[in-house]
Nanobody
Framework: QVQLVESGGGPVQAGGSLTLSCAASGIDSTWYGMGWFRQVPGKEREEREFVACSIWNGDRTTYADSVKGRFTISKDNAKKILYLQMHSLKPEDTATYYC????????????????WGQGTQVTVSS
């Protein structure tokens, strides 16, 4: 059974940094697409905002324009952990952040991801 467990969220002041982690278990290969999404209150799961994605066994990465240059997605293949380094955080980055696993071409659409973590809250104060 695939499990994704996020950690690393919390309160932070604007301009600060956080690193989120997503530990994956129950996967039998590394041929997956991995993504980070965020959700604010009032939005449905299908409306989760794309943040960044990568391919588990490749180097291709894609970022939302709103986080480009500030966030970095990376992974530890051996430990099966996905990371999201967040710098220069802004109040508008406040959300619950989710990691997700799908097919390699899952891309930016949350509907293409089959497995989700429970989320970790990031709150950025001004």
């Amino acid at each position: 059974q695939v499990q994704l467990v996020e950690s690393g969220g919390g309160p932070v002041q604007a301009g600060g940094s956080l690193t989120l982690s997503c530990a994956a278990s129950g996967i039998d290969s590394t041929w997956y697409g991995m993504g980070w999404f965020r959700q604010v209150p009032g939005k449905e799961r299908e409306e989760r905002e794309f943040v960044a994605c990568s391919i588990w066994n490749g180097d291709r990465t894609t970022y939302a324009d709103s986080v480009k240059g500030r966030f970095t997605i990376s992974k530890d293949n051996a430990k099966k952990i996905l990371y999201l380094q967040m710098h220069s955080l802004k109040p508008e980055d406040t959300a619950t952040y989710y990691c997700a696993l799908g097919n390699p071409g899952a891309g930016q659409d949350p509907r293409n991801y089959q497995h989700w973590g429970q989320g970790t809250q990031v709150t950025v104060s001004s």
